[in-house]
């Protein structure tokens, strides 16, 4: 079935125009104008996502929550049927699609909203059950993915020494949540409210997940300045409204080392095979990139005591209005 036809089942008119969106590493993303309209239509790939129908009823059970919370500022994306489903199959892909939504701010500018984002996420979602069939087996396990490295004859002792730290942190005592699993501030679109996209990898974890995926998104190598980080931190306490204990608080910090250093290993491993899990990346765009994030990483360690205390102010005080954020 060709691509511009894919609307139509969805009960709506056949795209006039499509524009492919290259922002994502995973699926392939359209821009479908469709009489008169506009619409995100995306095909997930099998290749990480094998049980993409799984992935669309975990993100049946997400828009369901966020339907029952209210009107809290924040919100994800209203997915158009095809039936009694929110996805389509046409030549064994699966498909879905939703109304374009136009940002009047990036996330990236507005750190404070994307922190309140992710933390009103892992709130809302407190409680719900979602399938561990929709992601890839081992999908954030900074263990797994360094093991993954070595089988592929590639070493990095500065990593092999974090995952000794990482270890001692985040142990089966440590509470887990939904989390949003790519919590960076690309992932945020800022209108009349605040919308989280991207849903595919929601999936129980650490919430230091998805903390140090957002930290790591809103700082840059220069370490000088650290008001990003504070603003996300800020954020991302209001968002939680107190919800994590104190260990937890406790391994945010790490959860930056983690997010960082786990990219870090994906991007080594990819640059050793054939078939890359970031999609239209070269080797040579892998190791450049593992390098990037090996420097980023190095910042935020030498940086410790700044941010744990930010960690600790942010958890300590975070009041934040939503009309402030937006």
């Known amino acids: 079935m060709e691509i511009r036809c894919i609307p139509t089942l969805f009960g709506l008119p056949e795209a006039e125009k499509l524009t492919e969106l290259n922002r994502g590493h995973i699926n392939r993303t359209f821009l479908a104008d469709c009489g008169g309209e506009r619409y995100v239509l995306q095909g997930l790939n099998r290749s990480v996502f094998p049980c993409s129908e799984a992935v669309m009823d975990n993100i049946a059970v997400i828009s369901e929550a966020f339907g029952k919370a209210g009107d809290i500022g924040v919100t994800v994306p209203c997915f158009i049927a095809c039936g009694d489903k929110t996805y389509a199959v046409a030549d064994e892909e ?24 992710f933390g009103s996420f892992i709130r809302v979602m407190e409680g719900r ?8 087996k081992g999908y954030h396990d900074f263990g797994s993915y360094y093991m993954e490295l070595t089988a592929l004859g590639g070493r990095a002792p500065r990593l092999e020494e974090l995952k000794k730290e990482l270890d001692a ?36 974890g650490y919430a230091a997940i998805d903390f140090g995926d957002l930290v790591r998104s809103v700082c840059k190598n220069d370490m000088s300045d650290l008001s990003p980080v504070r603003a996300a931190a800020q954020g991302f306490a ?12 406790n391994s945010l910090y790490y959860g930056i080392l983690r997010s960082t250093g786990e990219l870090a290993v994906r991007y080594l491993a990819d640059s050793l095979r054939e078939e890359k899990y970031f999609r239209g990346k070269t080797t040579e765009d892998c190791i450049a990139r593992a390098e990037e994030l090996m420097t980023q990483l190095e910042a935020f360690i030498a940086a410790r005591a700044e941010l744990t205390e930010i960690i600790s102010d942010s958890f300590g005080s975070a009041r934040l209005a939503i009309s402030d954020l937006l």
Do not use: C
């Open 169 to 204: 942190v985040f142990t089966e005592e440590l509470p887990r949540r939904m989390i949003h699993g790519d919590a960076k501030t690309d992932n945020v679109l800022i209108g009349e409210a605040l919308t989280v996209i991207d849903l595919d990898t929601v999936m129980e």
């Open 238 to 249: 209001e968002g939680l409204d107190g919800l994590l204990t104190a260990e937890e608080v």
């Open 129 to 136: 059950k979602l399938s561990p069939a929709a992601l890839p």
């Open 94 to 117: 699966v498909w879905r699609i939703y109304r374009y939504l136009s940002a009047t701010a990036t996330a990236a500018d507005k750190p404070a909203a994307a922190g309140l984002a």
